[in-house]
C-alpha cells in the first residue's frame, strides 16, 4: 500500500558573504531530493527571492505569505542550509508562515578540499544557529541522523521517509474524529479514559449508542442494496464456509448500518462495544466487519478502546499500511524477549497467513456458540512490527504513550483466534515499564519499522512518549520543545 502523497515547503537559507552559487545549486539539488522522495514542493523561486532562498525579513514575509496560501496542502517544511545561513530570517519565515507542521533542518557538509572563501558553506555552523533561533521562537523542529548530509545522500532519501511518516501523524492526528460505538464493556476498566483530555490534543469523540445500531438494523430489509454488497463484501473478503447464513445476514446487516452512521458522523475510525452485548442481541461478533475496516485503513478496535484505535490510527499514518489491536496475552515457554500477541479476532486480513470466519471460542460457553459467529482467525504472519500504546492519565492531564520495534517470528505456535509469537529486545524491561506505569493490555501494531517516527510525531503533538528501547540511535532526534 502506498502512503499518500506530501506537499512539503521548502525555506532555502543564505548568508549573504558566503558564496551564492552554493545556494543556487543546494536549491536545485533539495528540490531533485525532494521529487525523488515523491513530495510535492511548494518553494519560493529564484525571480521572488534572491536564488529563491531566504535571509532578509522581506523575503521571510515573502515566504510566510507564500506557505500560507498553500497551508491546507502543506504538511511539513525542510529548512536546507546550503551555507551558513541566516538563522533569523529563517524561524521569522516560519513564525509568519502559521504553520504548525513539521520542520526538519538540514546542512550540506564542506568538502575538506574544497574550503577556500570561493566555496566554503560553514552549514555544519549554522545549523546550530537555526536551531538555537527556532527554539527560542518555540518552534519545534526534527533533526537528520547526520549532523550534515547531502541532499543527494542515500542516509538523507532514508532521513525524508521517517519525516513523511511524521508528517502523516501530524497532519491524520490533528482534528481526528473517533466513533465510540456502544458502551464501555462493564468488565474492562482497563479501556477507560478522558474525551476532556483526548479533545484539548485536537481529537474529538463522536458517540452511538448501541440501542440506535439495533434499532437501524431492525428496520432495514433483507433485500437492501446496502445490505446485499455487504454481505458480496463479507464473502469475496474471508471463506465463510461453516458459518451459517442467517448470521451472515446479520453481519451484512450491521456492516451497512455502521458504514453509514460514519460517513454521516464523518468519522475515520472506530471503536467497537462487543462484549457481550452484540452477541446476546444479536446474535454475532462485529470482528469481520471490524477487521475489514482495518484492513481498508479505517482503524476499528474493539471493547470501545479509544485510545487503542488512536494507537492504531497512529501507526496506520505513519506505514500507510494497516494496524491490528492485540493482548499482550502470553509468555512464550522461558524466551524472555519472546511472547504471543492474541486477539479473537478482528485483526486486519493483512496480519494472517491466511484467513477464515469462525465463531468466538471464549465467549461462546457463555452466550451460545450460535451467536458467536464472524471472527477472523488465523496465524499472523512473520515480519517487522512496530508497537505503540496510547493512554490518557488524567492525574497529569497528559496523553502518554509508549513505542517500539520488534518482529512477528515463525516460531511454532498451538491455538485459536488470532495469534502471532513477537519477539522484542528487552521485553522484560518493557513489561516491567508497562505494569509500573499501569498501562492497558491491549497494544497496537503495524508491519513497518515506525517507532522513530512515531516519536517525533510525539513532540509536534504534546505527547509524552516512552521510547522502547531507548536508543539515540534509533532514528533522527529533534528539538524546540
Known amino acids: ?107 550540506t557538509p564542506d568538502a575538506p578540499a574544497a574550503m577556500g572563501i570561493s566555496h566554503r558553506r560553514d552549514s555544519f555552523c549554522g545549523k546550530m544557529s537555526a536551531c538555537n533561533n527556532l527554539r527560542q521562537y518555540g518552534i519545534p523542529y526534527s533533526l537528520t541522523r547526520q549532523h550534515t548530509l547531502a541532499p543527494e545522500a542515500p542516509a538523507f532519501a532514508a532521513d525524508l521517509a521517517q519525516f513523511a511518516a511524521t508528517c502523516r501523524v501530524v497532519r491524520g492526528l490533528r482534528g ?24 484539548a490534543h485536537g481529537i474529538s469523540v463522536i458517540t452511538l449508542d448501541l440501542s440506535e445500531v439495533l434499532g437501524r438494523i431492525a428496520r432495514l430489509g433483507d433485500d437492501a442494496a446496502a445490505v446485499r454488497a455487504k454481505l458480496a463484501a463479507i464473502r469475496a473478503y474471508t471463506s465463510t464456509d461453516g458459518t451459517p447464513e442467517p448470521a451472515l445476514l446479520k453481519m451484512a446487516k450491521l456492516g451497512a448500518v455502521l458504514d453509514a452512521w460514519m460517513q ?25 466487519l471490524m477487521s475489514m475496516m482495518s484492513d481498508g485503513l479505517l482503524s476499528s478496535a474493539c471493547e470501545v478502546d479509544v485510545c487503542g484505535v488512536i494507537a492504531m490510527h497512529a501507526l496506520r499514518c505513519a506505514s500507510g499500511s494497516p494496524s491490528a489491536l492485540l493482548d499482550w496475552n502470553n509468555n512464550y515457554g522461558a524466551e524472555a524477549d519472546k511472547a504471543v500477541c492474541f486477539h479473537c479476532s478482528n485483526l486486519p486480513k493483512h496480519f494472517f497467513r491466511s484467513t477464515k470466519m469462525d465463531f468466538q471460542a471464549i465467549i461462546a460457553g457463555t452466550v451460545g456458540r450460535e451467536n458467536t459467529f464472524g471472527t477472523v482467525v488465523g496465524r499472523v504472519k512473520s515480519g517487522a512490527m512496530t508497537f505503540l500504546r496510547l493512554s490518557t492519565d488524567d492525574a497529569s492531564g497528559a496523553l502518554r504513550g509508549y513505542v517500539g520495534e520488534g518482529r512477528f517470528t515463525d516460531d511454532p505456535l498451538e491455538t485459536f483466534g488470532g495469534a502471532g509469537v513477537v519477539e522484542i529486545p528487552q521485553l522484560e524491561a518493557l513489561l516491567r515499564f508497562i505494569c509500573q506505569e499501569g498501562f492497558e493490555h491491549h497494544v497496537a ?37
Open 264 to 288: 454521516e458522523a464523518a468519522v475515520g475510525v472506530s471503536a467497537i462495544q462487543c462484549w457481550t452485548s452484540l452477541e446476546e442481541n444479536l446474535g454475532v461478533v462485529p470482528c469481520t
Open 445 to 481: 501494531a503495524n508491519f513497518s519499522t515506525a517507532a522513530a517516527a512515531i516519536a517525533d510525531a510525539a513532540r509536534y503533538l504534546g505527547w509524552k512518549l516512552h521510547r522502547h528501547p531507548a536508543s539515540p540511535q534509533a532514528g533522527a532526534e529533534g528539538g524546540g520543545r
Open 176 to 199: 481526528l474524529r473517533v466513533g465510540s460505538i456502544g458502551a464501555r464493556p462493564q468488565a474492562f476498566n482497563t479501556v477507560r479514559y478522558s474525551e476532556k483530555i483526548l479533545e
Open 1 to 107: 500500500m502506498t502512503p499518500e502523497r506530501l506537499a512539503i515547503g521548502l525555506v532555502v537559507g543564505n548568508r549573504g558573504f558566503f558564496p551564492g552559487h552554493l545556494v543556487e545549486t543546494g536549491r536545485r539539488d533539495m528540490l531533485s531530493a525532494l521529487e525523488r522522495a515523491g513530495f510535492e514542493v511548494v518553494a519560493l523561486s529564484p525571480e521572488e527571492t534572491r536564488y529563491g532562498a531566504v535571509e532578509s525579513f522581506a523575503e521571510a514575509q515573502r515566504c510566510a505569505e507564500l506557505f500560507r496560501r498553500h497551508e491546507a496542502r502543506v504538511a511539513g517544511v525542510v529548512v536546507t542550509l546550503p551555507n551558513f545561513g541566516d538563522e533569523r530570517a529563517i524561524a521569522d519565515a516560519l513564525r509568519l508562515s502559521g504553520l504548525k507542521v513539521p520542520v526538519l533542518v538540514q546542512a
